[in-house]
């Protein structure tokens, strides 16, 4: 299985931008969540958001993605309003690196038809090597549980000064999410081995060809992550 993974400027490619929008409503919903902080349109004319879809080779149809939403006065990050519906501690957070490029990996998501192949650990790695070319100082994330290990072995920590070490209650009072950040994109120090391997050959080789074994075996991924405008 191949798939490509296309970076761009949200502001450059507005029909992109709401194909990833339809394809995360849909696996939203396929789990019973509606609307949530991240899966709103507003991001889709900001300027400083950056969108990784993931596109099926063959007809164009989207099959996965990620964004990085660096914070600015127009649009701040998805996890400051998330996180403050329950724990004002996160204004806190945020404005100790006020003064630095914060920015965060949010609305990741895949397909049914390519779920179990991996695919989400890549996406999340390539989101890495977009904030580093982007120059963020701290990229942020909000997990669900069955991704929080998946950002622990990337590179990311638990924001335990948030909610109860890190926990809390978000989208619904029975689903717990997981405050987490990376601070070091240039050392990515807490990445597990494999992690940083794949994420730096990413940094260094933007556009590449990749075969990489993921839950199912081998996939090839196009990776097309050079932006044609900033």
Known sequence: MTV????????????????????????????????ITSNTAKWVTHENTYVIIAESP??????????????????????????????????????KVKDKKIAEACGLWNAREIAGY??????????????????????FALAAPVTVDMCLNAGFTIETY???????????????ATAMVINDLEKMSHASEKDREHIFSIMNNPD????????????????????KTQ
């Open 4 to 35: 490509v993974f296309r970076a761009f400027r949200a502001v450059d490619d507005e029909a992109s931008c709401y194909k990833f929008l339809e394809g995360h409503r849909m696996v939203l919903e396929a789990y019973g969540i509606g609307m």
């Open 58 to 95: 063959d007809d164009g149809r989207a099959l996965g993605g990620v964004r990085v939403q660096i914070s600015d006065e127009i649009l701040p990050l998805p996890i400051v309003h998330a996180v403050g519906q329950v724990d004002e501690k996160i204004y806190e957070v945020i404005s």
């Open 118 to 139: 991996g695919y989400s650990f890549f996406l999340l790695r390539s989101a890495i090597a977009l904030a580093f070319h982007l120059k963020v100082d701290s990229l």
């Open 162 to 176: 948030l909610g109860k070490d890190g926990f809390f209650n978000y989208p619904k009072l029975d689903l717990v």
């Open 208 to 227: 590449l060809v990749s075969k990489v074994f993921g839950q199912k075996g081998e996939v090839t991924i196009d990776y097309r992550l050079s932006l």
